[in-house]
């Protein structure tokens, strides 16, 4: 079975420091790895996705995320936060083998950057 | 193109009642997929769509049915509606082909309140 685990619950961080969410996770074979970011009242909407290949990938707004497999772990990073990156955000995983398109979601971490 | 719409934004409903929200994909998509979103929790899928054909269902009971039209645009429909069915329902819709490293497209979800 798939599994994602975000350890925490909320992340505070100060304009301008570096950000880090983590999340781990747990399936059969290769996983693909997602990061959404959801807004008060809104839909999710797409990060950043590991597929193959280096480990390090960058996504949309300047976030990256570090696939690291022997820690099974995939923790979203940005170096520089804005207060407008303060948002819920889900890590999300889908095994390989999966026979239909079933994404299965940590259960989030909210994110609180201060001016 | 315009992304995932939902309809409706919200709605309330009582216990007992049947409730049918909507979805149309981004244009040229396939495949829909249901996620429900209870308040604090990540999405769970409920199912997914490809072609007008279920292609995965979520641990949801029967209370739960879903359909896709020719036009892919979709209807998630729930019966006996119990007070633990509020939450977001979320729509995504994928690309254009289903490879499984494709990311999904989320709609901004339709808020559903069991009364």
């Known amino acids: 079975a798939q599994s994602v685990a975000q350890p925490e619950d909320q992340v505070n961080v100060a304009e301008g420091n570096p950000l880090t969410v983590k999340c781990t996770y747990s399936?059969?074979?290769?996983?693909?790895l997602f990061w959404y970011v959801q807004y008060p009242n809104r839909g999710l909407q797409f990060l950043l996705k590991?597929?193959?290949?280096?480990?390090l990938v960058k996504g949309s707004y300047g976030f990256e995320a570090e696939f690291n497999k022997s820690q099974t772990s995939f923790h979203l990073k940005k170096p520089s936060a804005l207060v407008s990156d303060s948002a819920l955000y889900f890590c999300?995983?889908?095994?390989?083998?999966?026979?239909?398109?079933?994404?299965?979601f940590g259960t989030g971490t909210r994110l609180l950057v201060s001016p | 193109d315009a992304g995932v719409t939902q309809s409706p934004t919200h709605l309330i409903k009582t216990r007992g009642q049947h409730v049918t929200l909507r979805c149309s994909p981004i244009?040229?998509?396939?495949?829909v997929s249901w996620y429900q979103q209870v308040l604090g929790q990540g999405p769970q899928f409920i199912f997914q769509?490809?072609?007008?054909?279920?292609?995965g269902r979520g641990n949801f009971p029967d209370r739960f049915s879903a359909r896709q039209f020719p036009n892919y645009s979709s209807e998630l429909n729930v019966n006996a509606l119990l007070l633990g069915d509020s939450a977001l329902y979320l729509c995504?819709?994928?690309?254009?082909?289903?490879?499984?490293?494709?990311?999904?497209?989320f709609g901004p979800g339709t808020r559903l309140t069991v009364l």
């Open positions: 399936v059969s074979g290769n996983p693909y």
């Open positions: 995504a819709s994928r690309g254009r082909t289903v490879a499984p490293y494709n990311e999904q497209f």
């Open positions: 769509y490809y072609e007008k054909e279920e292609r």
């Open positions: 244009s040229g998509h396939k495949s």
């Open positions: 999300a995983v889908r095994g390989w083998n999966t026979g239909f398109q079933k994404l299965v």
């Open positions: 590991y597929i193959t290949g280096d480990n």
